[in-house]
């Protein structure tokens, strides 16, 4: 089954440390997303990936980095320099080339600053 | 900048009543629309979509029907169920990379 994988589905950080959240897609696709998802909020684009090797800021960056080595996964780093790190947080990924296309979410990784 | 707007829930409907969610987007050039739904605890799954004015898409018994004149995409359903009960987003697709999303409308069907 193609897919896209996230983990882990709960996370729980001290404040202070540095946590990275999994991707993984087998769908093929050449592009990532990353969103950020609060409670009564859309979603809110934080890096984007169209190809191995290169990444693009989105809305919200500040406090967070990524890196694409591999085509299947683009793992998102959550620093100590997001303030307000908690909150529901969506990978994405789409054939890239056409705005018809639609984006393939993961499951979700739920992130909590203790 | 672009974005979506869409109706403010929550939405509290009977099992069997007909639903509406309504959804409006910037016209900035000619977007593709999309409306996904969110269960509890889980990722955006695609509903449906429509890429070109006077589209409709549907599934599940859902409708959504693309507006150019009024620049509209409202969801619709003629008789909802309880497991119709999550969030529903609408989305736009501006260029590859800039897809924008309401801010969803949880919808609570009661039997």
């Known amino acids: 089954d193609g897919g896209i994988t996230q983990s882990p589905k709960y996370l729980f950080r001290k404040e202070g440390q540095n946590v990275t959240l999994s991707c993984e897609q087998n769908l093929n696709h050449d592009a990532m997303y990353w969103y950020r998802q609060d409670p009564g909020q859309g979603l809110r684009l934080i890096y984007y990936?169209?190809?191995?090797?290169?990444?693009q800021k989105g809305d919200i960056a500040e406090g967070y980095s990524v890196s694409r080595e591999k085509k299947e996964s683009f793992p998102l780093t959550v620093t100590s320099a997001q303030k307000n790190p908690t909150a529901f947080y969506l990978c994405?990924?789409?054939?890239?080339?056409?705005?018809?296309?639609?984006?393939?979410f993961g499951p979700g990784t739920r992130l909590t600053v203790l | 900048g672009n974005s979506v707007t869409q109706m403010e829930g929550p939405v509290t409907l009977s099992e069997e009543a007909f639903l509406t969610i309504n959804c409006t987007y910037t016209?900035?050039?000619?977007?593709?629309l999309f409306w996904y739904v969110q269960y509890p605890g889980e990722g955006l799954q695609l509903l449906l979509k429509a890429t070109k004015a006077d589209d409709k898409g549907s599934n599940k018994g859902f409708e959504a029907t693309y507006r150019k004149e009024t620049t509209s995409f409202h969801l619709e359903k003629g008789s909802v169920q309880v497991s119709d009960s999550a969030v529903y987003f609408c989305?736009?697709?501006?260029?590859?990379?800039?897809?924008?999303f309401g801010a969803g409308t949880r919808l609570t069907v009661k039997p």
């Open positions: 016209a900035t050039g000619y977007p593709s």
């Open positions: 989305a736009a697709t501006y260029n590859n990379n800039d897809m924008r």
């Open positions: 990936s169209q190809i191995v090797n290169d990444f």
């Open positions: 994405a990924s789409s054939i890239w080339g056409s705005l018809n296309n639609e984006q393939f």
